[in-house]
C-alpha cells in the first residue's frame, strides 16, 4: 500500500529438520489442542443438558460434536509431542 519506512521481514533461514515457527515466536498446535479440548467440554455439557430436556436429537448432534472436537485435541497434541521430539534430536 505504500511504504511505512520500515525494512521488510526476512525469514531466517530454514531447513527441512527446523519448525517455522510465527515472528512471534508461539507454537500454535498445543493452542489449537487446547481451544479443541474446550469445545469438546462445552458440547459434552450441552448434550447432557439437552438429553436431561428430554431433547434427544439435540443431544445426539452436541455428543457427535464432542466427538469430532474429542479427535481433533488428540491429534493437535500428537502433531505437537512429534513436533518437539523432531525439534529436540
Known amino acids: 500500500?505504500?511504504?511505512t519506512g520500515r525494512a521488510p521481514y526476512a525469514r531466517p533461514p530454514t531447513t527441512?529438520?527446523?519448525?517455522?515457527?510465527?515472528?512471534?515466536?508461539?507454537?500454535?498446535?498445543?493452542r489449537l489442542a487446547l481451544y479443541?479440548?474446550?469445545?469438546?467440554?462445552?458440547?459434552?455439557?450441552?448434550?447432557v443438558v439437552a438429553f436431561?430436556?428430554?431433547e434427544i436429537?439435540?443431544?445426539?448432534?452436541w455428543v457427535l460434536l464432542a466427538g469430532l472436537s474429542s479427535n481433533m485435541a488428540w491429534y493437535y497434541q500428537r502433531r505437537a509431542k512429534?513436533?518437539?521430539r523432531a525439534g529436540a534430536s
Open 16 to 30: 527441512p529438520s527446523t519448525p517455522v515457527t510465527p515472528p512471534t515466536g508461539a507454537d500454535p498446535m498445543p
Open 36 to 47: 479443541a479440548l474446550v469445545v469438546c467440554l462445552l458440547a459434552t455439557t450441552a448434550a
Open 57 to 61: 436429537w439435540l443431544g445426539v448432534v
Open 52 to 54: 436431561v430436556r428430554g
Open 82 to 84: 512429534a513436533a518437539g
Open 1 to 3: 500500500m505504500g511504504d
